[in-house]
T-cell receptor, first 111, second 113 residues
Framework: RKEVEQDPGPFNVPEGATVAFNCTYSNSASQSFFWYRQDCRKEPKLLMSVYSSGNEDGRFTAQLNRASQYISLLIRDSKLSDSATYLCVVTIVGGSYIPTFGRGTSLIVHP | ETGVTQSPTHLIKTRGQQVTLRCSSQSGHNTVSWYQQALGQGPQFIFQYYREEENGRGNFPPRFSGLQFPNYSSELNVNALELDDSALYLC????????????FGPGTRLLVL
């Protein structure tokens, strides 16, 4: 089993739709969680951190479920500009720092 | 405030050669991480440097090495290049270690023939 797993998609949705992605992780010692967005042939950019209590930023909501070991990203009222690959990142912090990215979920928002 | 920069942007090498990639961190950042991203995959963590010391390493062989300079810029060196080393190499800087936001540079596209 991979350490961090994401459904690669693509998720093909119309403008205005609500779409949700999950990301599962295998190491229960994981401590930090993030969602990044990556546009085609560009570098990843931070979308949002994921906190234990869940957090919201405009149309985006991130949640963490430690018991089931997954994080989620919900996008409401999808825009064409939301089309991108969404990468989850899980970090283990102990004696050293090891971040693990998922392979990403591709989202295509169409008119 | 200048962002993360990387050089070169593109590079073509042949098997067995050596390559050095460079990264300048964002001003105020003392931590640099390097990632390898193959086509269709997420970035894979190579290693991180914090204040010139290696602070963590992913599952990459010793022919991947690096260093960080006093100004916090960094180099990634890859010896004995293999065809599978062809990828986008990303550098990310942050102001601390694990839980700080990472800011990525545009990457270096390496093609090994």
């Amino acid at each position: 089993r991979k350490e961090v797993e994401q459904d690669p998609g693509p998720f093909n949705v119309p403008e205005g739709a609500t779409v949700a992605f999950n990301c599962t992780y295998s190491n229960s010692a994981s401590q930090s969680f993030f969602w990044y967005r990556q546009d085609c042939r560009k570098e990843p950019k931070l979308l949002m951190s994921v906190y234990s209590s869940g957090n919201e930023d405009g149309r985006f909501t991130a949640q963490l479920n430690r018991a089931s070991q997954y994080i989620s990203l919900l996008i409401r009222d999808s825009k064409l500009s939301d089309s991108a690959t969404y990468l989850c990142v899980v970090t283990i912090v102990g004696g050293s720092y090891i971040p693990t990215f998922g392979r990403g979920t591709s989202l295509i928002v169409h008119p | 405030e200048t962002g993360v920069t990387q050089s070169p942007t593109h590079l073509i090498k042949t098997r067995g050669q050596q390559v050095t990639l460079r990264c300048s961190s964002q001003s105020g950042h003392n931590t640099v991480s390097w990632y390898q991203q193959a086509l269709g995959q997420g970035p894979q963590f190579i290693f991180q440097y914090y204040r010139e010391e290696e602070n963590g390493r992913g599952n990459f062989p010793p022919r991947f090495s690096g260093l960080q300079f006093p100004n916090y810029s960094s180099e990634l060196n890859v010896n004995a290049l293999e065809l599978d080393d062809s990828a986008l190499y990303l550098c990310a800087s942050s102001s601390g270690q694990a839980q700080e936001t990472q800011y990525f540079g545009p990457g270096t596209r390496l093609l090994v023939l």
